[in-house]
């Protein structure tokens, strides 16, 4: 059940080809095409909007990624008529799932865009609370590339300031003082 659940996962990642480190959509722009997506798509959508470009995930038994281009572009004429994009659909999730991991290790490799990938993502988890199956998978994905990453490196880059981020994102204020004072005491025996 959870493979048929996951190959209805979907991805469509949309970048400059002149790749200038800048948004392709301002924030307030991204949230409202999320906000388009959703009343056609469904509450199933999530958009990452990053300096390398945009990724959407989105769980559906129908591909709408022609529907998401044609979107897309018409949003991007209205900032930058001479901008040109890149699209690549990932139609399973398989695919998806080996995009969102390859982006996440990749940003690894630099530590500054890692941090910020990583926050980016936990606001996003924390503001779409409407979403539980893509918001379920890509946590997982992230935490497992996490894992992985560890392996591989032996330290995750700004692992301090990502558990202090997750902290910082707790519902219960009581459960927030608790993980506090346990991650600083565990930083302390680290020293």
């Given at each position: 059940m959870e493979s048929q659940k996951l190959q209805n996962l979907k991805s469509v990642t949309i970048k400059d080809y002149k790749f200038k480190r800048r948004l392709l959509l301002k924030p307030y722009l991204a949230k409202q095409f999320l906000s388009f997506l959703q009343e056609f798509i469904g509450n199933e959508v999530i958009l990452i909007n990053t300096n390398t470009g945009i990724q959407i995930f989105y769980y559906s038994k129908k591909n709408y990624s022609q529907f998401i281009k044609e979107s897309m572009l018409l949003y991007c004429i209205k900032v930058n008529q001479n901008i040109e994009l890149k699209f690549?659909?990932?139609?399973?999730?398989?695919?998806?799932?080996?995009?969102?991991?390859?982006?996440?290790?990749?940003?690894?490799?630099?530590?500054?865009?890692?941090?910020?990938?990583?926050?980016?993502?936990?606001?996003?988890?924390?503001?779409?609370?409407?979403?539980?199956?893509?918001?379920?998978?890509?946590?997982?994905?992230?935490?497992?590339?996490?894992?992985?990453?560890?392996?591989?490196?032996?330290?995750?880059?700004?692992?301090?300031?990502?558990?202090?981020?997750?902290?910082?994102?707790?519902?219960?204020?009581?459960?927030?003082?608790?993980?506090?004072?346990?991650?600083?005491?565990?930083?302390?025996?680290?020293n």
């Open positions: 690549t659909n990932q139609n399973n999730g398989t695919e998806a799932r080996k995009q969102f991991k390859n982006a996440v290790y990749t940003f690894s490799q630099y530590p500054q865009l890692f941090l910020a990938y990583s926050k980016k993502f936990i606001k996003i988890k924390n503001e779409n609370t409407k979403s539980k199956i893509v918001i379920s998978f890509l946590n997982i994905f992230f935490e497992k590339t996490l894992t992985t990453i560890s392996k591989n490196k032996g330290v995750i880059p700004f692992q301090n300031k990502l558990n202090l981020n997750k902290i910082k994102k707790i519902n219960s204020e009581v459960n927030q003082k608790l993980l506090y004072s346990l991650f600083k005491d565990n930083k302390l025996h680290l």
